[in-house]
């Protein structure tokens, strides 16, 4: 079983940026389907941002309402590497935030979103982000 290590939360004011990070060590996944999730205090888990490549073709993502025009991400193969790129922080925001990963089928490249992702089960241990108004 692989381990996922997030990095880069922290506290900023409500405009801020944020840039985090998530490596996967001893995955040997095929076609690997990537993502963040958050969980606030007194909340349920959601997702946040989802990747995956097709091959030579790119690849595509997936971002929960919240987030979109302000969190980005990315994903570096060479190094194992997801990024969520996060601009325009808010408040509500602020929660744990963490890496998830998932293999998808060969035979459905477009097999990546929140709840694959949740059933696959695989998470890091979290990076906290804290946004002040």
């Known amino acids: 079983q692989g381990q996922l290590v997030e990095s880069g939360g922290g506290s900023v004011q409500a405009g801020g940026s944020l840039r985090l990070s998530c490596v996967s060590y001893g995955y040997s996944y095929n076609n690997p389907c990537m993502g963040w999730f958050r969980q606030a205090p007194g909340k349920e888990r959601e997702g946040v941002a989802s990747?995956?490549?097709?091959?030579?073709?790119?690849?595509?993502?997936g971002y929960a309402d919240s987030v979109k025009g302000r969190f980005t991400i990315s994903q570096d193969n060479a190094k194992n590497t997801v990024y969520l790129e996060m601009n325009n922080l808010k408040p509500e925001d602020t929660a744990m935030y963490y890496c998830?990963?998932?293999?998808?089928?060969?035979?459905?490249?477009?097999?990546?979103?929140?709840?694959?992702?949740?059933?696959?089960?695989?998470w890091g241990q979290g990076t906290q982000v804290t946004v002040s108004a």
């Open positions: 990747v995956a490549s097709i091959g030579s073709r790119g690849g595509f993502t």
């Open positions: 998830a990963a998932a293999d998808r089928p060969t035979y459905n490249l477009w097999a990546c979103d929140f709840r694959i992702l949740e059933r696959a089960g695989n």
